[in-house]
Each structure stands twice: as C-alpha cells, then as structure tokens.
C-alpha cells in the first residue's frame, strides 16, 4: 500500500516562502494525481493543488497566484511551494494521492506556523 | 467562488440513522461531481469512507451509504456507534482539475 510522508519547516516567517516535499513509498508516483490539502488549526479542509506525474498542474484560483507545485519522478518525491505567507497559511499541511474518483491515500500531515 | 456546504452539526443517537448532505452554493450536486465522503478524527488525517457518489472505499462498514437526495449529496450513517463521533467532509470535483471540499460536519453520537 502506497504510503505518503510530509517534510519541510515547521515554522515559517511571515511574507516568506513556505516549501514542502512529498515522498511516496510502497508505489510509483507515475501515472498518478497528487494533491496538496491543508487545514487551520480547527477548521475544514482545503484543497490547493494537484500535479500529473507528467507535470501538468491544477491550482485552487484562490491560492493559484501564489503556489507552484512540482514533481521529481527520479526521487518518488512532488513539492509545494507557497509563497507570501502570512499568518492565515498557518496550518496541517497534508499531501494525498488522488484514485479512484477521490483523496485515497494521505500523509500524516505536517504543521507549519507562520510566525515572526 | 464556489462554496460547498454542509450542516454545521448533528446529534444522533447509538444505534440512530444521520444523513448529512453536500449542497452548492449555485447549482445542483449530480453524480458528475464524483462526490467523496471522508471522516476524521482529531490529530488524523482524514479517511475515505465513500467515493463516486456511492461506492464505499476499502474496509468501511456498511452502515455508511452514499447517495443523491434531490440537487444534493448524501452520506447516511445507519445504526450509528460511539466511534462514528467524528468530522465529517465532502468533496466534490468542479471539473477542469479542480476540488472543492465541504465545510464539514461534527456528528456527535449521544
């Protein structure tokens, strides 16, 4: 079973670019969509981006002006970057495989605070 | 900008049947939206429970069902258990690549 797992900084400083990675384990990250997810700290979800394992990217038109996401094949690995962050970016950041008409694998998540 | 809603919160009783519904702000939910269904837990990731509309995912017990009711989606919990106490989201795909999620319901079993 193909698990996913988050990395990057916890803490991030305000109007700085946040990064994260990405690695797949148990499966090849061909041929699939991958998505970026996040929730503030006691709220809902919100999607934020996909990527083709070919490169071809979708983006929420909210967050679309700021986020760039890519895929390193060669590593099993696909990335985030949001940039301009201020502290409503604070969040569980959690990237997923998207199959089977939904979300059907998802990483742990991780947390990054955006804080002077 | 598209908003996906749901019922803020449900009560139900151990053993009580829940339905909560996925409604837009404009427009009706078909089965062309590929409605998926995910429950979480605090301090979890989410778990699918339903894809496609209907189709229960992997491992999850029948008392959870998928369904259109009207210009909106559904996810009915019959004979609920104390370990249905959960965050419930939708999502639904918008077309083009685009996903939207719901605002999510807190189901208390009670």
């Known amino acids: 079973q193909v698990q996913l797992q988050e990395s990057g900084p916890g803490l991030v400083k305000p109007s700085e670019t946040l990064s994260l990675n990405c690695t797949v384990s148990?499966?090849?990250?061909?041929?699939?969509?991958w998505s970026w997810i996040r929730q503030p700290p006691g709220k809902g979800l919100e999607w934020i981006g996909q990527?083709?394992?070919?490169?071809?990217?979708t983006y929420n038109p909210s967050l679309k002006s700021r986020v760039t996401m890519s895929v390193d094949t060669s590593k099993n690995q696909f990335s985030l970057k949001l940039s301009s962050v201020t502290p409503a970016d604070t969040a569980v950041y959690y990237c997923?495989?998207?199959?089977?008409?939904?979300?059907?694998?998802w990483g742990q998540g991780t947390l990054v605070t955006v804080s002077s | 900008q598209t908003v996906v809603t749901q019922e803020p919160s449900f009560s139900v009783s151990p053993g009580g049947t829940v339905t909560l519904t996925c409604g837009l702000s404009?427009?009706?939910?078909?089965?062309?939206?590929?409605c998926s269904w995910y429950q979480q837990t605090p301090g979890q990731p989410p778990r699918t429970l339903i894809y496609?509309?209907?189709t229960r995912s992997f491992g999850v017990p029948d008392r959870f069902s998928g369904s259109i009711l009207g210009d909106k989606a559904a996810l009915t919990i019959t004979g609920a258990q104390a370990d249905d106490e959960s965050d419930y989201y939708c999502m639904l795909y918008m077309g083009g690549g685009i996903y939207v999620f719901g605002t999510g319901t807190k189901v208390t079993v009670l």
């Open positions: 148990g499966g090849s990250i061909n041929n699939h969509y």
């Open positions: 404009s427009g009706s939910v078909s089965t062309y939206k590929y």
């Open positions: 990527i083709y394992s070919s490169g071809s990217t």
């Open positions: 496609g509309t209907n």
């Open positions: 997923a495989r998207y199959g089977h008409y939904c979300f059907d694998s």
